[in-house]
Structures are given as C-alpha cells and as structure tokens.
C-alpha cells in the first residue's frame, strides 16, 4: 500500500492550502483516513481523521473551525482543507491509514504517505 500526499507550500499567515491523498491499487473510501504533522524538531501528531461507512470526521483542538477533511470515493482521494493558517502549521503533514474503518489516535497506522510540506510564513 503506497499513499501520496500533495498540496503542500508556502502560504502567508492567514492563507489556505488543500493538501490531497491519493492511493494506486489501493481503494481509500474503504478505509479511515488520517492527516498526522511533524514539525521541526517535534513528535509527529495527529490532525484530522475520516471514517469510512459514515464519513464521521475528528479534528484535533488546534485545527477545529480551520482544517476541512473530506473525501471524494469517486477520485480516490482525501482531502485536507486549510484555512486561515498560521506560523504553527508549519510542518511535514502526511496521510495514513490502517485499513480500518474507523478513526482512532491508538492505532499503529500502518500505512504512510511521503509526505508534503507546508510553510507558513511572511
């Protein structure tokens, strides 16, 4: 299982980016889906999470109200929306599943994107 993550760059504060997760020979809307971030000399953390059968969406504190996931089955891809961005969203954000269908923080998360950075800076 092989996922990309895509949609990074370099926003000013106050900005957006959509990043996307794809998959090849691996059918995402089967599965919970979730962004995790690693920042410069911090631990990897958790951001957002899809399920699969209903679509129920978890935000962590410090992204609710700003951060969108959502995904469209029909193209094989998860979204993640971000608004109004701020210097501390910088960092390396991926997708990961483990081929579950619900979302949880406790799971091993098997399954990684490469990752994409984003900057947010003026």
């Known amino acids: 299982v092989q996922l990309q993550a895509s949609g990074g760059g370099l926003v000013q504060p106050g900005g957006s980016l959509r990043l996307s997760c794809t998959a090849s020979?691996?059918?995402?809307?089967?599965?919970?889906i979730a962004w995790f971030r690693q920042a410069p000399g911090k631990e990897r953390e958790g951001v957002s999470c899809?399920?699969?059968?209903?679509?129920?969406?978890t935000y962590k504190d410090f992204v609710k109200g700003r951060f969108t996931i959502s995904r469209d089955n029909a193209e094989n891809t998860v979204y993640l929306q971000m608004n109004n961005l701020k210097p501390e969203d910088t960092a390396v954000y991926y997708c990961?599943?483990?081929?579950?269908?619900?979302?949880?923080?406790?799971?091993?998360?098997?399954?990684w994107g490469q990752g994409t950075q984003v900057t947010v800076s003026s």
């Open positions: 020979k691996f059918n995402l809307g089967y599965y919970a």
């Open positions: 899809i399920a699969e059968r209903d679509g129920r969406t």
């Open positions: 990961a599943t483990d081929a579950k269908s619900e979302c949880s923080w406790f799971y091993t998360y098997d399954y």
